[in-house]
């Protein structure tokens, strides 16, 4: 049964390991040109603190940048695209190529059971593409790590392209892409509209957790007595809502802009002196920011995870009831 799956799934096994050693390959050598580069240009210094206003890295760590930036964003970007490439190419005609082609009939008619044809067909690409996945991003990960902070990772691990690409998010993407895909083949036995609404449906999804992932978590809150100055010392860190307090600690409702505003220039009259205490005057007592700190950024995979690893699940479990309904 393994080796007739093989057989019929070689196509998509060999994509397979093409991606894996091509991907691989360019990643490694990009970093191996990268890291000589920082070398050269005497910038292994800069890597922990990146840019920062006055630093003597300043002028050759942004050249690098100029240079490399945008390459790595290309790194990030395979591992974010691979997820839905497995679930449009891997998952989706799966099963939709079989009942499309009618050869589903033969294989319903031999000793072995639907349930273990379908895990067989399952586990014979799903682990395979999970381990191309895996081991890319690992290479990914890794040079990223090796530019710090004169890469992308200066942004912080809630920037869409950090998360997506780091923690468990690429394999949850690519159990929820590769199981839809299997749903939505064995449903319609159309290989092509099994792709298209794979497609769709993820991009759909991942935009919605997206928009709602900083409800994922509580927020803690953190306040500055000096209202003039952000409350925020992570910087790395979600920010969910920021603002001021008055007095009593209630925060001032919209309009605080303009309140602002009364402690700038205005025509004649100069910027006020010391902002804190006009920022007082005006009733804003401190300032505060609710975030996500940079800290909890797993615990926060591990929510998303769930979500996606559930939906897999719910995925697969219906594929296999479809294909028991196929006569």
Same mark, same amino acid.
């Given at each position: 049964?393994?080796?007739?799956?093989?057989?019929?799934q070689?196509?998509? $096994?060999?994509t397979?390991?093409?991606?894996?050693v091509?991907?691989a390959?360019?990643?490694?050598?990009?970093?191996?040109s990268m890291?000589s580069?920082l %070398?050269?240009?005497?910038?292994? &210094?800069c890597?922990?603190?990146?840019?920062?206003?006055?630093?003597t890295?300043?002028?050759?760590?942004?050249?690098?940048?100029?240079?490399?930036?945008? #390459?790595?964003?290309?790194?990030?970007?395979?591992?974010l695209?691979?997820?839905?490439?497995?679930?449009? *190419?891997?998952?989706?005609?799966?099963?939709? #190529?079989?009942?499309e082609q009618?050869?589903?009939?033969?294989? *319903?008619?031999?000793?072995?059971?639907?349930?273990?044809?379908?895990?067989? @067909?399952?586990?014979?690409?799903?682990?395979?593409?999970?381990?191309?996945?895996?081991?890319l991003? $690992?290479?990914?990960?890794?040079?990223?790590?090796?530019?710090? @902070?004169?890469?992308?990772?200066?942004s912080g691990?809630?920037?869409?392209? /950090?998360?997506?690409?780091?923690?468990?998010?690429p394999?949850?993407?690519?159990l929820?892409? *590769?199981?839809?895909g299997?749903?939505?083949?064995?449903? &319609?036995?159309r290989?092509?509209?099994?792709?298209?609404?794979?497609?769709?449906?993820f991009?759909v999804?991942?935009?919605?957790?997206t928009?709602?992932?900083?409800? $994922? $978590?509580?927020?803690? #809150?953190?306040? &500055?007595?000096?209202?003039?100055?952000?409350?925020?010392?992570?910087?790395?860190?979600?920010?969910?809502? &920021?603002?001021?307090l %008055?007095?009593?600690?209630?925060?001032?409702?919209d309009g605080?802009?303009?309140?602002?505003?009364?402690?700038g220039? #205005?025509? /004649?009259t100069?910027?006020?002196?010391?902002?804190?205490?006009?920022?007082r005057?005006?009733?804003?007592? @401190?300032?505060?920011?609710d975030?996500?700190?940079?800290?909890e950024?797993?615990?926060?995979?591990?929510v998303?995870?769930?979500?996606f690893?559930?939906?897999?699940?719910? *995925?697969v479990?219906?594929?296999?009831w479809?294909?028991r309904?196929q006569?």
């Amino acid at each position: 049964m393994t080796w007739v799956v093989w057989r019929q799934q070689r196509a998509q $096994l060999i994509t397979l390991l093409a991606v894996l050693v091509v991907g691989a390959a360019g990643v490694l050598l990009l970093r191996s040109s990268m890291s000589s580069y920082l %070398d050269t240009h005497g910038l292994a &210094s800069c890597i922990a603190s990146g840019v920062q206003p006055g630093s003597t890295c300043g002028l050759a760590a942004q050249e690098f940048q100029a240079v490399w930036f945008d #390459r790595m964003k290309i790194g990030q970007l395979l591992v974010l695209a691979l997820p839905a490439l497995i679930g449009l *190419f891997c998952g989706a005609p799966l099963f939709a #190529r079989e009942l499309e082609q009618g050869t589903h009939v033969l294989a *319903f008619t031999q000793s072995v059971s639907r349930t273990r044809w379908m895990a067989t @067909k399952f586990a014979v690409v799903a682990a395979p593409a999970l381990v191309v996945l895996v081991v890319l991003q $690992l290479l990914v990960t890794g040079w990223l790590n090796a530019a710090g @902070k004169l890469g992308p990772l200066v942004s912080g691990p809630f920037v869409y392209s /950090n998360f997506g690409t780091s923690g468990l998010a690429p394999v949850s993407y690519a159990l929820f892409t *590769f199981g839809l895909g299997m749903l939505v083949g064995a449903l &319609s036995g159309r290989t092509l509209a099994a792709m298209a609404v794979t497609l769709a449906v993820f991009v759909v999804v991942r935009f919605v957790l997206t928009g709602v992932q900083q409800f $994922l $978590l509580p927020t803690q #809150r953190v306040v &500055s007595d000096d209202p003039s100055q952000p409350s925020v010392t992570d910087q790395a860190a979600l920010v969910v809502r &920021s603002g001021y307090l %008055d007095a009593r600690g209630t925060p001032v409702p919209d309009g605080a802009e303009d309140r602002i505003g009364q402690c700038g220039s #205005r025509g /004649n009259t100069e910027a006020a002196t010391d902002l804190a205490t006009c920022y007082r005057e005006q009733g804003l007592a @401190k300032s505060f920011s609710d975030i996500i700190p940079s800290s909890e950024v797993g615990t926060l995979h591990l929510v998303e995870a769930s979500i996606f690893g559930g939906l897999a699940v719910v *995925f697969v479990l219906a594929t296999g009831w479809a294909l028991r309904r196929q006569t």
